[in-house]
Nanobody, 115 residues
Framework: QVQLVESGGGSVQPGGSLRLSCVASTDYFNTYTMAWYRQTPEKERELVASIRTDRIDTYADSVKGRFTISRDNRQNTVYLLMFSLKPEDTAMYYC?????????WGQGTQVTVCS
C-alpha cells in the first residue's frame, strides 16, 4: 500500500484559487495512476480529476476549465490547481493512487469556499 499525504486545503472566497498537493511514499510513483476525489456529507465521493502514467488527464464536467491536475514524478507528488472556486466546490478532497487494481487513499484535505 502507498501512503498518501494531502495538503493545501483551506478557506477561500468565491472566485479564489488553491493548489492541493499529495505526496506518495513509493519508489514507483511514475507507475501509478493518480486521482483527486471529493466528498461532502450530503453527497457520495466523486471523481474530480485523474492523471495517468502517460499524463493523460480527465476531469469531471463540473470542474473542466477551472481545475488542472498535474504530476511531478521526481517529487512523487500530484497537484490539483483550482481556479474560480465556487461554494459548491466545498468538500473534503482526497488523493488516490491506483496500480493493477490496488488502490490507496489519503486522509483528505478540507476545501471551503464561502464569502
Amino acid at each position: 500500500q502507498v501512503q498518501l499525504v494531502e495538503s493545501g486545503g483551506g478557506s477561500v472566497q468565491p472566485g479564489g484559487s488553491l493548489r492541493l498537493s499529495c505526496v506518495a511514499s513509493t519508489d514507483y510513483f511514475n507507475t501509478y495512476t493518480m486521482a483527486w476525489y471529493r466528498q461532502t456529507p450530503e453527497k457520495e465521493r466523486e471523481l474530480v480529476a485523474s492523471i495517468r502514467t502517460d499524463r493523460i488527464d480527465t476531469y469531471a464536467d463540473s470542474v473542466k476549465g477551472r481545475f488542472t491536475i498535474s504530476r511531478d514524478n521526481r517529487q512523487n507528488t500530484v497537484y490539483l490547481l483550482m481556479f474560480s472556486l465556487k461554494p459548491e466546490d466545498t468538500a473534503m478532497y482526497y488523493c488516490k493512487s491506483t496500480r493493477t487494481e490496488v488502490e490507496s487513499w489519503g486522509q483528505g484535505t478540507q476545501v471551503t469556499v464561502c464569502s
